[in-house]
Nanobody, 123 residues
Framework: QVQLVESGGGLVQAGGSLRLSCAAS????????MGWYRQGPGKQRALVANIASGGGSNYADSVKGRFTISRDNAKNAVYLQMNSLAPEDTAVYYC?????????????????WGQGTQVTVSS
């Protein structure tokens, strides 16, 4: 199967920065899209940013100009550099990966989520 391990969350003051990391491991054949979602208190999970295998990326309007997503295909890893953090960025951040992986002789499509990492921004 496939496992995702996230790191990098924490507590930061408004205006500060954090960098989230997510690494995928397992019987991975290829990775299509890697992304970050977040779920704030009382809110639904929403896309923050994603990046395709070719490098094209999308951002939520609320983070454009402040957050940068990147990926290292050799490491099956995705990163989210978050600058100018604000209290409204407080949420649990989840890594999401859309990929193909092997189960025995079968190659299947998969959509996997990390365990989530808490980001808290104090005012």
């Amino acid at each position: 199967q496939v496992q995702l391990v996230e790191s990098g969350g924490g507590l930061v003051q408004a205006g500060g920065s954090l960098r989230l990391s997510c690494a995928a491991s397992g019987s991975i054949a290829s990775i299509n899209v890697m992304g970050w979602y977040r779920q704030g208190p009382g809110k639904q999970r929403a896309l923050v940013a994603n990046i395709a295998s070719g490098g094209g990326s999308n951002y939520a309007d609320s983070v454009k100009g402040r957050f940068t997503i990147s990926r290292d295909n050799a490491k099956n890893a995705v990163y989210l550099q978050m600058n100018s953090l604000a209290p409204e960025d407080t949420a649990v951040y989840y890594c999401n990966v859309i990929l193909k992986y092997d189960i025995g002789m079968l190659r299947v499509n998969g959509d996997f989520w990390g365990q989530g990492t808490q980001v808290t921004v104090s005012s």
